[in-house]
């Protein structure tokens, strides 16, 4: 039944109020609004698995491991390859993906200041290519996450307009709970009816996959607003960080070197993470970060076993082999750790494919949520706005044989028109 309402003219024709116009225009002003929520729970979605798209579209990211696969490279070993790979190049870090069907990452830089990312598979140490400086993956990320917009003075305002809609996102949320009354009867009797009519139909599914998708929805909803928080906390200044200025190695551990010497006497990587693991058992290191400078330390880390939404981090002497500072999360506020887990709760990308599949699933099923509901409003406003058009052009049109019409000369000498 449609929600057009109208008042009678004293010709008897259908009038239409102004507040139906106005709400008519409303109805239309929303639809870009969430055309927009929708294009972001669509990129979203895609972003969740591109890294498993670049993986099928890039043999070279592939960790391929051969029959007689035996135990990954060492840190040692990877450097060893790239140096003998290229000569010229310094190897500033090494990451191992969190799946094992990846290969692991090598950055390098040359002296002319250019960078390289490498593939490089962990049982053959073979160099397998290179990642492009802007593949897939940065570019769904970077359309999904700020617009592709540019950074100037802090975050972009492409970052805002996006996590911004996490507003609506919640609210709708909160709404449709209240609106529907008893929800939860729709996790023990689901009813979606395809014979009916287009509109039952998407009205259905809009109920169902609100209903199934309660929880990722708050989960995205919460974490997209603390993104808008973030940028507006850096861009004034305010962090919540504990880890105090930035260390350096003490200038009496940095050894003189004499005039042939081309590289600092640093102990090697595998001995920096052996220091790490002995000290800390249960650490799993899966990057490193090599000095930058004669006086900066390794950074070794890698996901807590203890908590995997963080990663944790050590800085060692590449000297000595000190442990300098720690980054774990014993070391961490409670602030921290929770404004730490926002984006691995809203990307998913901390367990592994299972995980990351899970999100995907939610992620379609979120984004033709609200594809439904753009469904279900667009019919609503097409039928209520031709209903105000009908209205409006019959008050235009006379009406025939009507003494309503007919002129007050005409009654008074029983004139016909």
């Known amino acids: 039944m449609s929600t057009y309402t109208s008042t009678k003219s004293m010709t008897g024709k259908p009038r239409t109020s102004r507040a139906k116009i106005w709400f008519l225009v409303h109805s239309w002003m929303a639809m870009p609004i969430w055309a927009f929520v929708f294009f972001i729970c669509l990129t979203g979605t895609i972003a969740t698995v591109s890294q498993e798209i670049v993986w ?15 135990p990954l490279l060492s840190f040692d070993e990877i450097v060893a390859v790239v140096n003998e790979g290229h000569p010229e190049a310094i190897v500033e870090s090494i990451s191992r993906p969190v799946k094992s069907q990846f290969a692991l990452t090598a950055r390098i830089s040359y002296p002319d200041f250019t960078t390289r990312t490498l593939y490089i598979n962990p049982y053959t140490g073979i160099i397998q290519g290179e990642s492009a400086r802007f593949d897939f993956r940065q570019f769904v990320r970077g359309l999904h996450g700020w617009l592709l917009l540019p950074w100037t003075n802090g975050y972009s305002w492409g970052w805002y307009l996006v996590s911004i809609t996490a507003i609506p996102m919640l609210v709708s949320l909160v709404t449709g709970l209240v609106v529907y009354k008893r929800f939860w009867r729709g996790f023990l009797r689901p009813r979606l009816r395809f014979n009916v009519s287009a509109r039952v139909f998407w009205g259905d599914f809009h109920r169902l996959a609100g209903i199934w998708s309660i929880p990722f929805i708050a989960i995205i909803s919460i974490t997209s607003i603390w993104f808008l928080l973030q940028g507006i906390l850096q861009d004034n200044h305010i962090s919540f960080s504990t880890a105090g200025p930035p260390i350096y190695v003490d200038r009496a551990d940095v050894p003189q070197l004499d005039t042939n010497s081309q590289t600092p006497p640093f102990i090697s990587l595998d001995e920096a993470t ?41 800085s060692i002497n590449p000297y000595n082999g000190n442990i300098e500072q720690t980054r774990r ?24 494919l299972s995980l990351k599949l899970v999100y995907f699933f939610f992620g379609i099923l979120l984004t033709m949520m609200v594809f439904s509901g753009m469904m279900i409003w667009t019919k609503r406003t097409f039928r209520d706005t031709a209903a105000v058009l009908r209205a409006r052009k019959a008050n235009k049109q006379p009406s025939k044989g009507t003494d309503a019409q007919m002129p007050a000369y005409a009654l008074q000498k029983g004139e016909k028109l």
């Open 329 to 352: 999360i014993s070391d961490l506020s409670w602030l921290e750790i929770i404004t730490g887990s926002m984006r691995p709760l809203h990307t998913g990308d901390f367990v592994g």
């Open 274 to 314: 052996a220091v790490v693991e002995t000290a800390f058992p249960d650490f799993q290191a899966s990057f490193v970060s090599m000095p930058w400078n004669a006086y900066a330390h390794y950074r070794i880390g890698g996901r807590s076993v203890g908590y995997p939404l963080l990663f944790e981090e050590v």
């Open 56 to 70: 099928l579209a890039d043999p070279a990211s592939r960790a391929n491991p051969p029959a007689q696969a035996g």
